[in-house]
């Protein structure tokens, strides 16, 4: 593939609703974590370029994974996916949680509606869940908290869809909406060009805040059964942010204005999740059923 692959946003870890890497992690895992994020946005980069056809993005994506698997191409242009690479085989990661997120992301590229929430969960699974099963792998965490993981990644997927409604409808003609819901109100895509939320838009809206609750309520308890504190401080930390951007929602018009969280609100759940994650005793995960049960 000759000429540039990479489409970069300037978009960075910065510019994220919730922690990619922070302090709270060990020092020795950050970079590891940050080679990850790179990976996952110049993929994202590509998949969202309003300049590429289709074609283009799929085929930039396929090239992508095979980098990561092979250590093929031009290093130059698969830097990322190369780095990516050598962290996976140093920590023994498998890649699979990078070439999960590229499987979203060539969705993306293809896909721009979603008929209900088994097509939205389903769509998250890839495009989140691999986020929270990297961190568990890469800190040595018990894969029996893959389903707690999954539920929370994925709620904050959905909050980051909200949020972004509007945005993702004008921009990219995407609609992460369950048109399902929207039709439950006579509503349908258009409502979204509104300047503000429709009744049916707002109903979709709370529809998906229920679901995002449900998930909440599996996730809950994980940080406590972490054994790394450090990885448990920061899981604490989001999961805070997410009940809190998730009440935002609630009172709150994505289309209107900005629903976002405040420094407040960081500074308040980041003092609370460290406590949480640092001094709270380790208890094991209560038994909850599988988050595939809360894909109707």
């Known amino acids: 593939m000759g000429g540039a692959v990479e489409t970069p946003s300037g978009k960075t870890a910065a510019d994220e609703n919730f922690p990619v890497g922070s302090w709270l992690l060990p020092a020795a895992k950050r970079p590891h974590v940050a080679a990850y994020y790179a990976f996952a946005r110049a993929a994202d980069d590509i998949a969202d370029h309003p300049a590429l056809t289709p074609d283009e993005k799929v085929t930039r994506l396929v090239a992508f994974g095979e980098a990561l698997e092979t250590g093929g191409g031009d290093p130059a242009l698969f830097a990322k996916a190369h780095r990516l690479r050598a962290s996976l085989d140093a ?43 990297f961190l568990l792998d890469l800190h040595g965490e018990d894969r029996a908290l893959w389903p707690a993981t999954d539920a929370l990644c994925n709620a904050l997927q959905v909050l980051n869809h909200l949020q972004d409604c509007g945005g993702d409808r004008r921009d990219l003609d995407r609609v992460y909406i369950p048109l399902d819901w929207l039709a ?113």
């Open 91 to 133: 920590t023994g990661v498998p890649r699979r949680h990078g070439l999960d997120l590229l499987s979203a992301f060539r969705q993306d590229a293809v896909k721009r509606r979603y008929a209900d929430w088994a097509e939205l969960i389903d769509y998250c699974d890839r495009s989140a869940a691999p986020v929270g099963r």
């Open 184 to 296: 439950e109100r006579g509503g349908d895509v258009t409502d979204l060009d509104r300047p503000a939320a429709t009744p049916a838009l707002r109903h979709a809206i709370d529809r998906c805040l229920d679901g995002v609750d449900a998930l909440l309520d599996l996730a809950r308890p994980f940080p406590d059964a972490l054994r790394n504190r450090r990885l448990a401080a920061e899981s604490a930390v989001i999961v805070g942010l997410a009940e809190r951007l998730t009440a935002r929602l609630r009172r709150g018009d994505p289309l209107a204005q900005r629903v976002a969280l405040s420094k407040g609100d960081f500074a308040l759940c980041g003092v609370t999740g460290l406590l949480r994650g640092l001094l709270a005793p380790r208890r094991a995960m209560p038994a909850t059923p599988a988050t595939a049960g809360l894909r109707r």
